[in-house]
């Protein structure tokens, strides 16, 4: 396993530290531009994002380009020491184009054409779209491919959205002959014989349509897969014109916080490096270690989706947003322990949306480093000046990545299949909710976790969890069973092993291809009211010396234990004393089933116990107050550890009898140290 990567670029092996810059917006001030640059030398900031959605300014009319703006703004950006993260302007188009093509504009679902605005209100599909995108990005190479300031290639921005038009439908279908050969293996994935749905001409396929068809599941399936392959063979023909005329510069886009409208695994092939947009809700009436969890949990699936290789945090706020529901500011310290957060956890960039303040349109209010007021004496840029101070003393762990030794299955394809199911629960089965419920265990006691997708090796990691995998694809049971074998330790949860690729149910008994593994059969589930409960009463002398009670919710399987020892049974209800909680012994290793959604505190206990037993690895091995979590990257000799309170009170850690250096200040770090509200220390320590 690698444990050390190369920097993003060895033109610059330091952390970035900077933002979405638009001086395209404001070229008729260029006394503002050189204030920038003074500003941004000031703050520690060293690398922009530069022309995200400059197509107008770049090609104001057809054929007519204009780059020497951008020439100027890239020159004087690298003759002061501060380098380019250079934007491809795909993501909104100009106005010219949507008149004089009007194919390039986006149908909605209830088949309407769209009108020029937005963003991302443009067909994947559109041959004349992928031409004009094409041209301007060849041009763009060859004028700055090879410019010494220019670090990556960002294209397009925070992909989405579906379009519905004839040129989309009819390439649909094509991709549904493709998958499936012939309408008869169509019409038996997605069981068209139900309501009489069966295809007898390709032409007669439609996508999915709130006055058509919602309700066929495969198709509802095959759509969303269909939405991830366009948009992710355009990223492929955006790439295309890039690399042919400097392959070694490197690619990403900014991916957004659990996503639902695309499967990143596959868009995460056709891009050299994973960044992400970061946007939490700080402050608004939320558990922090709900919510710090959750993003550690993000930070994660995102490092995941390149086994591990260093990500970047594209975007986040200095202070606040102007979109969320409640745009809350950040109390001090918060914005250093958020930038922290995302580095712990794997990230060699902290970056903002955005440099300067819009003097206008829809994010003219959203934070940004620079205010209305344009100077520097500001709490928010003095917090961010902070940051890069902190920054360029971390220069040693560039490249280092976090070694884990347990994974969470968080699939998007399971996650879409689920929530289309059509019961048992459709006020909610919370699948989203109960993924974030298990890793929370982990991130209470500082344990690395990998979040990734069913398709995954699974043979590196002790412990795999894979809460309510509801698809199981072809070959997934199988590696599962050969990962228990060998002594792999697997967790699973209720609402298991129930259909196929094509969310056909599996015949014979659930959990399907699981039951063997698991040693159960689940012959009925119920569901539970909101505010309703059961409970899970534990076995004397259980196996891992769990005891008491725990609150049951939502969905209780009732299941029979065939080969499966059984460690907890249902409190009440006509299915009191039923198996709720199983461990099967296979081969070398062991599978459990929770066959309810259980309290956060039988999570604690329940997986408590099996780190202990497992000894899976730590980030550093003490016992951590409530809110306080550790997190650590290597490079194969040392470790590096950032511990951080996401409590607004003093904290106590003891280190216990081991001697750390604190990687900032340099001084050696022993005994107990005491973590202010939102703070953060970064600690060495040599494996």
């Excluded at 400097?246 to 639902?260: C, D, G, H, K």
């Excluded at 043979?459 to 795999?464: A, E, H, I, R």
């Excluded at 008994?509 to 505010?531: H, T």
Aim: charged share 25%.
């Amino acid at each position: 396993m690698v444990k050390k990567y190369a920097p993003i670029n060895e033109k610059f092996p330091h952390f970035y530290h900077g933002g979405d810059y638009n001086p395209d917006q404001w070229l008729k001030h260029p006394e503002i531009i050189d204030e920038d640059i003074r500003l941004m030398k000031l703050s520690n900031c060293n690398v922009m994002t530069i022309g995200i959605f400059a197509w107008t300014a770049l090609e104001p009319e057809e054929g007519k380009f204009n780059f020497k703006w951008l020439d100027e703004i890239i020159n004087k950006l690298y003759k002061n020491g501060i380098y380019v993260v250079l934007a491809t302007p795909s993501g909104a188009r100009p106005a010219w184009l949507s008149l004089k093509y009007p194919e390039v504009l986006r149908v909605n679902a209830n088949r309407v054409k769209n009108l020029h605005g937005e963003r991302h209100n443009h067909c994947y599909t559109s041959p004349i779209y992928r031409e004009k995108v094409a041209i301007l990005n060849r041009k763009l190479a060859e004028r700055f491919a090879n410019h010494p300031g220019v670090l990556l290639w960002h294209i397009s921005n925070e992909f989405g959205g579906e379009c519905h038009c004839e040129l989309c439908q009819e390439a649909f279908r094509n991709w549904l002959k493709e998958r499936y050969g012939t309408l008869e293996e169509l019409n038996e994935a997605w069981w068209t014989g139900f309501w009489s749905h069966t295809y007898t001409d390709w032409s007669q396929i439609q996508s999915p349509a709130p006055q058509g068809d919602t309700t066929l599941h495969g198709l509802n399936l095959d759509w969303k897969r269909f939405v991830t392959y366009q948009t992710t063979d355009f990223i492929r023909q955006e790439v295309k014109p890039l690399k042919e005329v400097n392959p070694n510069l490197s690619v990403t886009t900014n991916l957004m916080e659990f996503y639902e409208g695309l499967d990143y695994w596959k868009l995460a092939k056709e891009i050299d490096i994973v960044s992400w947009d970061n946007y939490p809700e700080w402050h608004c009436d939320t558990d922090f270690v709900d919510l710090a969890s959750y993003i550690s949990m993000m930070h994660d699936f995102f490092r995941s989706l390149k086994s591990g290789k260093p990500f970047m945090l594209m975007e986040s706020t200095p202070s606040m947003t102007n979109w969320q529901s409640l745009s809350k500011l950040k109390k001090p310290g918060m914005h250093l322990l958020s930038s922290l957060q995302a580095v712990a956890h794997g990230s060699d960039t902290v970056q903002y949306f955005q440099w300067r303040k819009s003097r206008g349109a829809s994010e003219k209010f959203h934070g940004a480093v620079v205010d209305h007021c344009g100077h520097e004496n500001t709490r928010v840029f003095k917090e961010v000046t902070e940051v890069g101070d902190i920054l360029t003393k971390l220069d040693e762990i560039i490249g280092t990545t976090v070694v884990a030794e347990t994974a969470i299955i968080l699939d998007t394809e399971n996650r879409w299949a689920v929530k289309d199911a059509k019961g048992p629960r459709n006020c909610g089965v919370n699948y989203e909710e109960l993924v974030k419920s298990q890793y929370k265990a982990f991130w209470k006691k500082g344990i690395p976790v990998d979040v990734i997708d069913m398709q995954c090796d699974f043979s590196k990691y002790k412990l795999l969890v894979a809460p309510m995998l509801y698809m199981v694809k072809t070959g997934v049971a199988e590696r599962i069973e050969e990962f228990v074998k060998k002594g792999g330790t697997f967790v699973a949860t209720y609402w298991s092993g129930i259909v196929d690729e094509n969310d056909l149910c599996f015949l014979g008994g659930f959990p399907g291809p699981l039951r063997k593994v698991l040693g159960i059969w689940a012959e009925e589930i119920d569901s539970l009211y909101d505010g309703e409960t059961n409970g899970v009463v534990l076995q004397t002398n259980n196996e891992l010396s769990l005891a008491g009670s725990y609150e049951a919710i939502e969905l209780c399987d009732l299941i029979h234990a065939e080969t499966a020892e059984v460690l907890g049974v249902y409190k009440k209800d006509f299915y009191a004393d039923r198996p709720a909680l199983t461990v099967n012994k296979f081969g070398k290793g062991k599978a459990y089933y929770i066959a309810t959604r259980l309290s956060d505190d039988f999570n604690d206990a329940f997986y408590g116990a099996l780190i202990n037993e497992i000894n899976v690895n730590r980030a550093v091995d003490i016992e951590l107050p409530l809110g306080v979590t550790a997190q650590m990257r290597t490079d194969g000799e040392n470790k590096y550890i950032f511990i951080m309170n996401f409590n607004d009170t003093d904290k106590t850690i003891s280190l216990g009898s081991e001697s750390y250096s604190n990687v900032v200040s340099g001084k050696k770090m022993e005994g107990k140290i005491i973590l202010k509200p939102f703070g953060a220390i970064v600690l060495k320590h040599r494996l």
